[in-house]
Structure formats: C-alpha cells, structure tokens
C-alpha cells in the first residue's frame, strides 16, 4: 500500500546541531508540506512544496530549510537546533487537484 | 488574512452525550471546509468535509453543515462514545484561480469522552 513515512520517530539533539528530519511517500503525490503542532498552537505550517525543484515558506519557516530533489521526498533541515525548536514535526502530501491531505506519523524532536 | 477559530481546549462530555464543537472561518474567497481527526500517536487524517455552501459533511455519526451566512462548520454528534475521543481541527482551503491553495487549521479542540 502507498503510504508516508517519518525519520526518525524520536529525536533528542543539543542546541546549535544541525538535525534533519526525513519523510518519504508513495503516492507520487506532487505537494508536500512540512508542519510543526505545539500545545495552544495547533498545526503551523513550516514550508511546502508543489513539485520538483519548488520549495516555499509556510508561517514559521525561521530557522528552517527544505529541499525537493525528487518527488518522494521533502526534508526538513533545521540549521542550528534551538530550545525554541522542539515540537512535534508532521509531514504530509496531497495529490494536486485534490482535497485530502494524507499525514505522516510525526517526529517528536526535543533540543536540550 | 484567512483564519480559523473552533472551540478552545478540551471538551469533555459523557458517553451518550451530545457533541457540538464550534468552528467560525474567516477569508476573502470562497472555501473549501474540513475536519480532521487526531488520535494518540498518530497524524492527523480527514474527518469530513464539504466544498460548498449548504454541503453537510459526514463520518462516523458525526455531521457538519457548510453556511455560508455564519461563516461556520461546526462538528455535532447526537452520542458520542469513548473511542470518539481524539483531537479535532477545523480548517479551510481556498482555491486562487489555478493555484493550490494550502490547508488554514484552528488550533484544534480535545475531544475526552467518559465512560
């Protein structure tokens, strides 16, 4: 079965690391989406991305960087983890001209 | 800006009880609206939706009615059960033209159903 997938599941780094956090879908979906979810904050956006070569930033991108070099595969780069940074990270893809958006099963990141 | 606002918190009804858990939208454009559902350790995933005014929504005994003169979609359930309990988001999504058009969520409302 098709399906997105999230690595690692737990993550615990120090701040001023560099961490990358993958995700992988087999649908061949074409958008795919980074978010952040915090108590009181619900589900932010981070970046997105519509295609191949396509990165764009969402309403928290600060401290964030994505790359597309394929259609599977969106990671998500944070540069210098920061306390301020750990949260849990789901990514999720949406085939173009559609409305559902599927979820992965989210990275729980903490930065001591 | 486009923005979404449903019921804060957490809401914790007892099994059998009826649910209504609000959800007011704001944007310029026409919309597309939807719920997804939470569970412990899992990812958010569709719940219902409905893409035009007057459209009701359903999954699961649960409804959700599009107006359009509110700005509203809020979630009901006539008897919720334990295993209904989960975080649900309400969010929009409108359509610019030919553009995408990326998901606007609420901060989400606890749903703690008691035995």
């Known amino acids: 079965d098709a399906e997105i997938t999230q690595s690692p599941r737990h993550k615990i780094t120090e701040t001023g690391r560099q961490v990358t956090l993958a995700c992988h879908q087999t649908?061949?979906?074409?958008?795919m989406f980074w978010y952040r979810q915090d108590l009181g904050h619900g589900l932010r956006l981070i970046h997105y991305?519509?295609?191949?070569?396509?990165?764009n930033k969402g309403e928290v991108s600060d401290g964030y960087s994505v790359s597309r070099s394929n259609t599977e595969d969106l990671p998500l780069t944070l540069e210098s983890a920061a306390s301020s940074q750990t949260s849990v990270y789901f990514c999720?893809?949406?085939?173009?001209?559609?409305?559902?958006?599927?979820f992965g099963p989210g990275t729980r990141l903490t930065v001591l | 800006g486009d923005s979404v606002v449903q019921t804060e918190g957490q809401v914790l009804p007892s099994e059998g009880d009826s649910l209504i858990v609000n959800c007011s939208y704001e944007?310029?454009?026409?919309?597309?609206l939807f719920w997804y559902v939470q569970y412990p350790g899992e990812g958010p995933q569709l719940h219902l939706k409905?893409?035009?005014?007057?459209d009701k929504g359903r999954n699961k005994g649960f409804e959700a009615m599009y107006r359009k003169e509110t700005t509203s979609f809020h979630l009901e359930k006539d008897s919720v059960q334990e295993s209904d309990s989960a975080v649900y988001f309400c969010a929009l999504r409108r359509f610019y033209g030919g553009s995408q058009g990326n998901l606007i969520f609420g901060k989400g409302t606890k749903l703690s159903v008691k035995p």
């Open positions: 991305s519509y295609g191949v070569q396509d990165t």
């Open positions: 649908w061949n979906h074409n958008n």
């Open positions: 999720a893809s949406r085939a173009g001209g559609t409305d559902t958006q599927y």
């Open positions: 409905a893409m035009k005014a007057n």
């Open positions: 944007t310029t454009q026409y919309p597309s």
